[in-house]
C-alpha cells in the first residue's frame, strides 16, 4: 500500500487485564519495522513503536479497569507528528511532539487481529488531521444571552456584545467552529432541561465547564463557587452522553478575559486560551496563569458527583 503525508489514529479501550508480561493493545499488519503497535507495560506504562518513534510513559500510567485515550499522529515532514496519551479516569494526560519524519502508509496502522476490538471503544484512521483534544466548546444552536436577547452560538461575530457573569456586557474578540468526532469520551455531553436553570436542551464538550455555587458548594469544598466539567455531570438523567451522531459541528469564542455566559440560567464558561492551546497540541507553559487557569477550582469526577448527589438529596428533603 503506498505511503501518505499524513495519518492519525486514534484508539481508546479499557485495560482488561495486567500481569507480569507485556500486554498488546494494537499492531499494524505492516512490516516488522514499520508496523504500529502500543503495549502495556507490566510496570504500567504505555509503549509506542511506529518506524523511528520510540516511546515509553512513567510507570503506573494505567493500571488494569481504567480507560485510555491514544491520539497518534505520523506526518511526512515531521512537522505535524503528535502522540497524545491520556488515562480517562485518573485525568492524566502526556503530549509529545516527537519531530520525527516519517512517510507511514496504512497498513502500518490496520489491525493485524481483530481480537484487538475486544478491549477497545473505538478505532479510528484518518488520512488528514483529527483534533487531539475538545476545548470547551457549544453545539450549533446553543442560545447565548446578549444584552439584545439570546444568539445562537454560530451567529456570534468579533465585535458583537454578550452578558457575561463577571465583568458585565463583553464583546466577542474571536470565534471559531470545527466539526468533532463524537465517539467513546469524546462524545458530546447532552444537558437537559429544565435541569441546570437550562431552557432548552443543549449540547457541550465534555470538558466545558460549567459554574457551581451555593450552600452546598461551600460546605463541601470552602469555595463560594467551582467548577464541574459537563462530562463529570453525567447520570442518565439530567445529563447523558449523546452518540447518536459520528461528528458533529462545534462552537467556540473568547473574550477579553475568560469569563462565564448564561445560556437560561446556566451559567458555563467562555473559552480559556490556554484550553485551546492544549486540544490543539500546544504547549502551555508560557501562557500567563489568567489564560492557563480558570478563575475557579474545577472539582475531580469524584467531587463532582459527591456534590451532585448531596444537592439532589437536599431536594428531596425539600419536597
Not at 503506573?60 to 515531521?78: I, Q
Not at 466545558?208 to 453525567?234: C, K, P, Q, W
Request: aromatic share 6%.
Amino acid at each position: 500500500m503506498p505511503k501518505s503525508d499524513h495519518v492519525t489514529l486514534i484508539l481508546e479501550g479499557r485495560l482488561s487485564r495486567g500481569g507480569p508480561r507485556p500486554v498488546r493493545l494494537w499492531a499494524g499488519i505492516g512490516d516488522a519495522s514499520g508496523d504500529f503497535t502500543l503495549y502495556r507495560m507490566p510496570d504500567g506504562a504505555m509503549r509506542i513503536s511506529h518506524r523511528d518513534v520510540e516511546m515509553t510513559t512513567e510507570p503506573g500510567t494505567l493500571s488494569p479497569g481504567e480507560t485510555f485515550l491514544l491520539h497518534y499522529r505520523a506526518d511526512a515532514n515531521g512537522r505535524d507528528a503528535l502522540i497524545d496519551i491520556q488515562n480517562i479516569d485518573r485525568g492524566l494526560r502526556l503530549l509529545l511532539r516527537p519531530r520525527v519524519p516519517s512517510a507511514p502508509a496504512l497498513t502500518d496502522f490496520l489491525p493485524k487481529t481483530p481480537r484487538y476490538m475486544e478491549q477497545l471503544t473505538l478505532a479510528a484512521l484518518a488520512t488528514h488531521e483529527l483534533p487531539v483534544g475538545h476545548a470547551p466548546c457549544f453545539e450549533t444552536g446553543t442560545p447565548i444571552n446578549t444584552p439584545s436577547g439570546p444568539v445562537r452560538v454560530e451567529d456570534l461575530r468579533p465585535g458583537m456584545v454578550v452578558n457575561t457573569l463577571n465583568n458585565g456586557p463583553q464583546p466577542v474578540r474571536w470565534t471559531g467552529q470545527r466539526e468533532l468526532l463524537c465517539l467513546g469520551s469524546m462524545a458530546p455531553v447532552l444537558l437537559r432541561a429544565p435541569y441546570f436553570g437550562l431552557t432548552q436542551d443543549c449540547r457541550v464538550s465534555p470538558r466545558h465547564r460549567i459554574l457551581m455555587d451555593g450552600t452546598d458548594v461551600e460546605y463541601l469544598f470552602g469555595e463560594e463557587r467551582v467548577y464541574i466539567r459537563a462530562g463529570d455531570l453525567v447520570n442518565g438523567i439530567s445529563a447523558r452522553r449523546d452518540y447518536t451522531k459520528p461528528t458533529r459541528v462545534f462552537h467556540h469564542f473568547l473574550l477579553d478575559d475568560h469569563d462565564c455566559v448564561t445560556v437560561g440560567r446556566c451559567r458555563m464558561e467562555t473559552l480559556l486560551l490556554g484550553d485551546m492551546l492544549a486540544a490543539d497540541g500546544r504547549n502551555t507553559g508560557q501562557l500567563s496563569k489568567a489564560d492557563a487557569l480558570p478563575d475557579y477550582p474545577t472539582l475531580d469526577r469524584a467531587a463532582a458527583q459527591t456534590l451532585l448527589s448531596l444537592i439532589a438529596e437536599h431536594r428531596r428533603v425539600a419536597a
